[in-house]
């Protein structure tokens, strides 16, 4: 594996497999990898010839309150999983590879537009446009063919899909299904921060979901009624949760519904345990 820290090392790298007829499969990380990342990677490795992967804790798209300082970090131990995964390039862009002036002195930013009007949108108000401009970034810096996104964050994957397509990145978007532990948590590297009895509660919340999918399964219709049976199953599972939406939205638009289900849904939530912020989703067809 190889191992850069600027876009033109990775460039050269890149365009070199491109002349030998490979094509490059490109996943984006945050770093502190795990199981989910890994399987982003498996699905590269599949599908592409040179597969990459980045890391950078991206500034621009956490709030003035929220976890950037503190974010998990493991250099040497995503080095090795990345390697004994099948990564052929990792891209550890500095601070001022991605931000030449700085993050404050960033003036052109990529607007993710109303697809991220909701859910995480509208509870991290910037968190969208920070998570496409660095994507831009990346898809400049590493000419992917293809670029693989989780389902855990269906509203970043969908605003990535939307951006290539209105600015004509010539890149695939795939997504993989949500890598879950055994207790069906999703596996984030924020998981790292809960204690051991808030993982326990936490994994109320895909119990949770799948029972709205068996409810909508069963025959109902109503988005609140869904909403509300999920609220009361987290309060009664898990006390030290704190709840920030849970939402029954059009799986394409991503706006929440009018009236009836009638097409697909996204149901999402986001709930935090003590200061975590944890999110999960299933998507289900009426
Ligand atoms: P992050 O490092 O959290 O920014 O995530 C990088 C990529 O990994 C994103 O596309 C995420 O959706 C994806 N990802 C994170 N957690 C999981 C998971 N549990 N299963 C599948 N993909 C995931």
Redesign the pocket.
């Not at 770093?31 to 990342?37: A, M, Q, R, S, V």
């Not at 693989?148 to 964050?153: H, L, N, R």
């Given at each position: 594996m190889d191992e850069v820290t600027t876009g033109s090392e990775a460039r050269q790298i890149v365009r070199r497999a491109r002349c030998a007829g490979c094509s490059i499969g490109l996943?984006?990380?945050?770093?502190?990898?795990?199981?989910?990342?890994l399987?982003?990677v498996a699905a590269a490795r599949q599908e592409t010839d040179l597969v990459v992967t980045s890391i950078f804790v991206n500034p621009t798209q956490f709030g003035p309150n929220e976890d950037f300082e503190r974010y998990p970090r493991d250099m040497e131990r995503d080095r090795q999983l990345a390697a004994a995964t099948g990564t052929d390039l990792l891209v550890v862009p500095s601070g001022t590879e991605m931000y030449p002036d700085g993050p404050q002195g960033q003036r052109v930013w990529v607007e993710p537009g109303p697809l991220a009007k909701y859910l995480c949108g509208a509870s991290r108000p910037g968190h969208f446009r920070g998570v496409a401009t660095v994507v831009a970034k990346l898809f400049a810096m590493l000419e992917p063919d293809r670029a693989?996104?989780?389902?855990?964050?269906f509203q970043?994957?969908a605003i990535i899909r939307r951006m290539a397509r209105d600015l004509g990145f010539p890149v695939e978007v795939r997504t993989?299904?949500?890598?879950?532990e055994a207790s069906g948590l999703?596996?984030?590297?924020?998981n790292v921060y809960l204690s051991g009895e808030e993982r326990e509660q936490a994994s109320v919340l895909r119990a949770a979901l799948l029972e709205a999918a068996g409810n909508i399964a069963a025959g109902e219709r109503d988005p609140s009624a869904l909403e509300a049976a999920i609220r009361s199953r987290i309060a009664s599972g898990a006390p030290a949760a704190r709840v920030d939406y849970v939402s029954v939205v059009d799986a394409q638009t991503l706006q929440p519904l009018e009236g009836y289900i009638e097409r697909d849904v996204l149901v999402a939530l986001a709930v935090y345990f003590g200061g975590t912020r944890l999110i999960d989703n299933i998507t289900v067809s009426p």
């Open positions: 996943v984006p990380t945050m770093g502190y990898l795990h199981e989910g990342h399987s982003l693989y996104f989780g389902e855990k964050d970043q994957a993989v299904p949500t890598v879950r999703a596996r984030s590297s924020r």
